[in-house]
């Protein structure tokens, strides 16, 4: 499996997320579109980031710092990386490369390195070589997904690092729960929530990326964040599962249901189109 090398100057995601947003990006766009003109850009779970660089990219973001934040420690730290030491992260990434194999996936899986250049670059190349390009921990917190099978995986997409690094200049990255987001959100800010999904059934519930879990008790915390950021006059635009629960939690806002395509299963045939939902207050 190999990917395209990034367009000069252009960023895209350097990490594959669950329920990454860039197929959707045109159901986002018009979404957006609808709240400009807007101040300061926030994105509290940031993921693999693909609508801010997409408004990066486009020109989108004003002049203020965006802020992007997680509740994911490891993410953010690579974030925060890529920001600051992206050639050192690329020479590594460079090493693992021409190391790549079986023993020396396993062996990086194991390690979690003190220094956090090294960790960026651990989790980066974990990501693009992993099955499925899919992040997860266990109840410890150790990565556990087992190597992928890809005749060549594009571990050091440096064109793409750099791309990324530069994007990353005009944030404010922190790591930090969603509701921090009160704190630094002003009057006409736009703030883009994509949390993990509600279930939309007993046997669906993928909702953590990492070892802590997203129930149904953050999903209302989340939903006051929402409203209380709507009576703030502060624009806000959420992503989420079609679902009862969604529906009922955000009544009186505008919720649309758009199709997205979902391939994290372990039944093939369930793999497809699905309804998910946009929520906005503006």
Known sequence: MTEPLAIAGTPRPFLKWVGG???????????????????RYHEPFVGGGALFFDLYSRGELGRSKACLSDNNQRLIQAY????EHVEE???LLDS???????????????????????????????NRTCFNGLFRE??????????????NPLICDAPNLRAVSRALQRCT?????????LETAKTDDLVYFDPPYAPVSKTANFTG???????EELQRELADVFQELTKRGVKALLS???VPLIHALYKGHQIEVVRATRLVNSNASKRGKVNEVMVRNF
């Open 21 to 39: 947003k860039r197929q959707l990006l045109p159901e986002l766009e018009r979404r957006v579109a609808q709240a400009r003109p807007h101040g």
């Open 173 to 181: 990255i922190r790591h930090q729960s969603f509701a921090a987001v």
């Open 80 to 83: 925060w990386a890529v920001q």
């Open 209 to 215: 990326y990492h070892k802590g879990v997203f129930g």
């Open 138 to 151: 266990n109840s410890k917190g150790e990565f556990n997904v087992p190597m992928g099978r890809y005749k």
């Open 89 to 91: 992260i690329i020479a």
């Open 96 to 126: 693992h490369r021409a190391s790549h194999e079986k023993e020396f996936y396993y062996a990086m899986r194991a390690q979690v390195p003190e220094d956090p250049i090294e960790r960026a670059a651990r989790i980066i190349y974990l």
């Open 240 to 242: 989420n599962s079609d």
